[in-house]
């Protein structure tokens, strides 16, 4: 059975009462409003990445240039350290961001679920950085990290002389500094998340589990986190997005150093693209990096395919 | 004759007169000019005002688009621009960039109007070039940076007992030492890229001007290979190890209060850095500048210069503006006006800058120039894309940059990363 | 069991504390003068208060030769933001409702498609944009990046509307469909009414992350359009040459009022609407 006919069918039934015209005109309607945005956005996805992908095999370099160069692109960009810093980069941003930020989250939501007081202002505060702009956080926490300027000067100021933070400026640590601050504007919308689903978590069940004595720390362990499982999943991949677009970030806070040091991929792209002018090597990075993308989401999709094969059965 | 007809008569003669000039009117349309660049504030911001201001004056329509952030920015938003096939009639441009920029779109032969100002004999030979890609100019020069200076703060001189600038690398180094060994910080500089890679230009400029030439301007691989280049990453060492290593990120201008206070000691910046100084509550009393210490030989000029394309208009208006635009900027009183604000030195080599609103520095670098351009010893900058087109200089400051950051790289890896950084952006 | 209310409220307050430091930094910035933010030191305590700095960055910092400050590119980023994100959220909840309630033959499969687009970085689809403005005659108009916004915001809008929609149940459906209602007055009449929660979320969203980019709004409009993250940039380019740093800061709180008052009264329903199921 066509799913597209059924709504029609039944709709053609009625619509002979209703009159000929008014019926088509109607329909014509419905099928403009389902596909022509629809294709907009679908249409757009897929044609800008095609021509990312065209492009990155022609030797385009200020402007887009159709010649056919093969993978030479591809051989250049993967051999410059740029790129491959940056990839290792993407691996220990992305891990560190996406996990630390999901546990303080969760620690967040957590504490928040106690019915305490005053829960409205404090989950203001700890949502407010998300409504801050990447540029400005990165720009804020570049102060606030600096061994000079922030927490290392205020620190040593107060007495502690030996104390030392001066991760901003050290080639193998500043990647880290770039955790930090990505952690502190998207704790909140994790906190938010899990807070959200461990509110709607069935009040029967948890009822049961204290009937049967467990305490509140075994509560969440055995039924309330479990049950929020999904939620995880979402925000796993929301955040594995922020990590991977990240860009005005990592421009504001580091500016890609020191050095070269924590350089990611956008930065890459954007470099090759708009700094050297070398349109066809971006292209490559960028399609490189969307690639990688793919060996993540691949999992995902086929995890949530799974899930409704067995929600089917079920 | 009746004074009636009497006064037709005039009227008629009048009006016969005036005919032409209004003809002549009507087809001329206002001259205006549509601008982008990317000095949006500051000192540049400033003078790019007061040329427009100088442009209306004289009868024009001044439409300038500043884009916020650096070159990157203003070069995204042109491409975009040109893309569309609307590129504003004139633009910022530089260096090698001109002659790449030029192949994508059309330009306008501007020579006959340079002819008529006798402009040509009157820049340094390497700019003209770089105006010059097809071999008739399409660019035309606003002002000129001298890059190796050295700035020595007069209250650090003395807490360190130096009393004079020094003028080899040895005495500078011999002068960072004593810096360090009163507790300064000897050098201050800057986190952003392109200041580690304006130490090193220094410091091979310093060495060998011909060097220089070879190496960085030519791309040869001999002289990249070779022991001027490597005495070069020494000294780049060496400076990194008496930098600020608090500097992260930050622009070099946050060291400015700690320059004037005598907690940091010398300075090696582009000629606007006198602008910075001044921005910062400096006076002439708290700093003195001068060529970067050259080994061998009277100072080279290590040159930085802001130039402006003429992108092929549509419309007669803009055709006019951009006639107007080039004769004003190429008189000596635009280009003395706009060096007086931004702290450059002009473009033309014959302006006088014995006037007031210059600083001896200033004078000092228009004499060096002139110098250096009689005996054959001006070098492009690498760190501000004259040297090389944008990838290559990208790849090259790469290398520059994590070398200066971490001090496991020994010279002679950071002298071979470069050269495989060259080869490779080929 | 009392300690381990002390031990919560404790660790919230601590948290809580540790999230506002930023925030704090840039409010006391934006009350000293720059000069002294500059001869001493990017973070401390204010040896006087200034309140000038919020007038200067209002109407009378320069950009080149415009000194307005930054108030026109507020009211460019408002005319920007708000038809974008409310144009984009109907769309999503449009496209959401057809894809998970009325379906169609190949849903998933656009829904996956529409889906993907949050993950492709905008330094890629610059140069398309580029092209695509050309042909369409919007370049260097706010109607060009309301059209950017709203194609590129229909990927996440679409996300979140959809996981949204899943939990209606189809008898719902059925029934209005017997009574003879067609695909609009059904999404009139019964989506749309029970869409309050996830139309919040995803209000917030993407208004948040349409006030905050920068990228495509510098490079699609020129001079007096731009939006006011522009301003900010070049606040941020002017800081390099003399010293801005107090001017910035009162900007940078000026241009994220709007945001933060959204997050402010829209958390609760963001929450609400959160809660209500928009997690699938």
Known sequence: ?314 | MPITTRRRLLVGSAAALAMPAFARAQSEAKPRITAISQWSAGSDGAAISALGKLFEERGGVWQHNPVPGFTTEMMNKLRAQIMAGDPPAISQLKGPEIAAWSKIAPTVDISPWVKTAGFADRVPAELAKSCQPGGHWIALPLQVYRINTLFMSTKGMQRAGVTKAPTSWAEFNDTAEKMKAAGMIPLANGGIRYDDGMKFEIALAGISPEVYRRAIMQLDTDALKGKEVLAAFEQLRKFANVMNPNIAAQPWAVNLPAFVKGDMGMVLMGGWAQGNLFKAGATLADFSSGPAPQESGPPCFDLNADCFIFWKPKGADLEAGQKLFAETVMQPSTQEMYSKITGSIPARTDVNLAAEGFTDGQRNSAQNLRDAIAKDRVVLSLGHNMAQPNGMTAAMIDVLTEYVHNSAIPAVEGQKRLVAAVAGAQ | MKWTRVIVYAALIILALLFLVPLGVVVVNSLRSSREIAATSLIGWPSHLIFTNYGQAWNRFCMAEHCWGIEPYMLNSLTLAIPATIISTLLGALAGYSISLWRFRGDQFVFGLVTLGIFLPEQMKLIPWVVVLRDLSLMNTIAGLILIHTVQGMSFTTLFCRNYYVGIPQDLLKAARIDGAGFFRIFWRIILPLSPPILIVTVIFQFTGIWNEFLYGVTFTSGGQQPVTAALIALSAAITSEPMYGEQSAAVLIAALPTLLVYLFGGRYFLRGLTAGAVK
């Open chain 1, 1 to 314: 059975m066509r799913t597209g006919l059924t709504p029609l069918a039944a709709k053609q039934d009625e619509g002979r009462e209703q009159g000929v015209w008014r019926r088509r005109f109607g329909s014509i309607l419905t099928e403009l409003a389902i596909w022509l945005p629809l294709s907009i956005a679908a249409g757009h996805v897929v044609l800008f990445t095609a021509w990312t992908t065209w492009v990155s095999f022609t030797a385009s370099s200020l402007m887009p240039d159709y010649t056919w160069v093969g993978l030479r692109n591809y051989w250049a960009v993967t051999r410059t350290a740029n790129f491959q810093i940056a990839c290792v980069n993407l691996l220990i941003f992305g891990f560190g961001f996406v996990l630390l930020t999901m546990a303080l989250g969760l620690l967040l939501a957590i504490l928040l679920d106690q019915r305490v007081r005053g829960e409205n202002v404090l989950r203001t505060i700890f949502l407010y950085p998300l409504a801050v702009s990447f540029v400005v956080t990165g720009t804020v926490w570049s102060w606030l990290l600096n061994p000079g300027l922030g927490l290392q000067r205020v620190v040593q100021n107060l007495g502690w002389q030996d104390f030392r933070f001066d991760w901003l400026v050290q080639s193998d640590k500043a990647i880290y500094t770039l955790i930090f601050a990505g952690v502190w504007q998207g704790a909140g919308f994790a906190m938010a998340l899990f807070l959200a689903g461990l509110r709607s978590v069935d009040a029967d069940l948890v009822k049961a589990a204290q009937i049967d004595g467990a305490g509140p720390w075994r509560t969440y362990r055995r039924v309330l986190l479990p049950t929020i499982w999904p939620i995880f999943i979402t925000v796993f991949v929301i955040l594995l997005r922020s990590a991977i677009t990240s860009f005005d970030l990592v421009r504001a806070l580091t500016g890609g150093g020191p050095g070269i040091s924590t350089m990611l991929p956008t930065l890459v792209v954007y470099d090759f693209m708009f700094q050297r002018s070398e349109l066809g090597r971006g292209s490559a990075a960028a399609v490189l990096m969307l690639l990688s993308l793919v060996v993540v989401m691949a999992p995902y999709g086929l995890y949530v395919r799974w899930q409704r094969q067995r929600q089917a059965r079920a």
